[in-house]
């Protein structure tokens, strides 16, 4: 029931920057957790980053030092500040709910980085 739509990505080149982000249908503060998966053809899909309810954030290892997931309670939106990009970083970004033992799928945005 709960319905998740990313928005932000886009082709940026490398070193470059990018917000993505995800608004959800519901209040995110009664959410257990929220993340940013990618998948890059060919590749499984992988976390992120996560925020859980209480606040902590979680990285990828290759993302860490370069990718920030916050929130903004108020508007229900999940964001995703992706700096230094590298093509490796490219990929489809979904956003992912987890509530109520239930896990939402938003439906992706494509980010792009490339020279």
């Known amino acids: 029931q709960v319905q998740l739509v990313e928005s932000g990505g886009g082709l940026v080149q490398p070193g470059g920057s990018l917000r993505l982000s995800c608004a959800a249908s519901?209040?995110?503060?009664?959410?257990?957790?929220m993340g940013w998966y990618r998948q890059a053809p060919g590749k499984q899909r992988e976390l992120v980053a996560n925020?859980?309810?209480?606040?902590?954030?979680n990285y990828a290892d290759s993302v860490k030092a370069r990718f920030t997931i916050s929130r903004d309670i108020a508007k229900n939106t999940v964001y995703l500040q992706m700096n230094s990009l590298k093509p490796e970083d490219t990929a489809v970004y979904y956003c992912?709910?987890?509530?109520?033992?239930?896990?939402?799928w938003g439906q992706g945005t494509q980010v792009t980085v490339s020279s």
């Open positions: 992912n709910a987890r509530v109520g033992g239930r896990s939402t």
């Open positions: 519901g209040s995110i503060f009664s959410f257990n957790a």
């Open positions: 925020i859980l309810s209480g606040g902590s954030t």
